[in-house]
């Protein structure tokens, strides 16, 4: 399920914690699919609904579907605590520095933490 919210005027398509795992390049186009449908600039999906390969990233299912987002300049923004696994994996940890440096993906504790960034 998904509902779409204007944060700072800019159109969020907000994903629920409950729904089909994100694990592959399909499951984020259905994402940019409904996002682009419902006039979206950002996706917002709780850490939790991602497959554990995506935060091993050797697999490079976190890099393929990051670069599906950029493809279809869509923000993606990954909710919630992945304090445990960034300690735990060097390169997790180094992946989720760089995309906050960014614009495009970003990995936030919070919707608050969200709306912070957005401002500007």
């Not at 994100?22 to 991602?50: H, K, N």
């Not at 697999?59 to 300690?87: C, H, M, P, W």
């Not at 390169?91 to 760089?98: M, Q």
Request: include cysteine; proline fraction near 2%; charge should be neutral.
């Amino acid at each position: 399920m998904t509902a779409l919210e204007k944060i700072h005027d800019i159109p969020v398509l907000l994903c629920a914690a409950e729904g089909k795992p994100i694990g592959s390049e399909a499951d984020a186009l259905d994402l940019i699919g409904d996002a682009m449908y419902q006039g979206a600039r950002w996706v917002v999906v709780p850490a939790e609904r991602f497959d554990e390969s995506f935060f091993r990233l050797r697999t490079r299912v976190a890099g393929d579907i990051v670069q599906k987002f950029v493809n279809y300049r869509l923000g993606l923004a990954i909710v919630g605590d992945i304090s445990a696994r960034t300690e735990a994996a060097t390169a997790l940890r180094d992946f989720v520095r760089e995309c906050n440096r960014g614009r495009q993906t970003w990995f936030v504790a919070d919707i608050g933490e969200l709306r912070e960034r957005l401002k500007g």
